[in-house]
């Protein structure tokens, strides 16, 4: 756990979380999987990339026993409700790497804009969770040559200057 004032403790999975997934919003921007006008945001185009990994990528997280919640209980969308505040809805298990990835992007969300000021178990499964869908995508980036521009910019991606 990290304390960080007015704020509470952090678990160190969540750091990790935000780093690994950071770092590899950044790859995929500089790699080319950007949509926006120019001289306008970029914002990463995530359908493209998943179309783009191997096609083992999604096989082997579905296989894998330590990424089961992803598949079995999925993290859940916040949704704007008719009275103005808003509440988590269920989402179906992914089908395709595509939709495995929108998982890593709720948790991600749902993290950094929900309130998670006092981390579950759950919160921690997810967490988990989506770090071993990260680590296992990165492994993925080697596996086509369409991809291999992500793994090198993932490389010089310079995190230390921002």
């Known amino acids: 756990m990290i304390a960080i004032a007015d ?3 952090i678990p160190l999975m969540a750091v990790e979380f935000f780093a690994l997934f950071s770092r590899l919003e950044f790859a995929l921007l500089a790699s080319g999987y950007s ?6 945001n970029a ?4 359908d493209s990339f998943a179309q783009d990994l191997h096609s083992s990528f999604f096989r082997e997280a579905r296989d894998d026993p330590s990424l089961s919640i992803l598949f079995e209980e ?3 969308k916040l949704v704007r409700h008719a009275n103005g505040g808003c509440v988590f809805q269920d989402c179906a298990a992914p089908k395709d790497a595509a939709e495995l990835i929108v998982q890593v992007r709720r948790i991600r ?9 006092n981390f579950q178990e759950r919160d921690s499964q997810l967490v988990h969770a989506a770090i071993g869908v990260l680590r296992q995508l990165l492994d993925a980036l080697d596996k086509d040559r369409k991809t291999w521009k992500v793994r090198a910019a993932w490389g010089y991606a310079d995190v230390g200057n921002q």
Do not use: D, Q
């Open 74 to 76: 999925p993290a859940r």
């Open 43 to 46: 914002w990463v185009i995530w």
């Open 35 to 40: 949509g926006g006008e120019e001289g306008e």
């Open 7 to 9: 704020v509470g403790e």
């Open 109 to 117: 969300n749902n993290l950094f804009h929900g309130s998670k000021v």
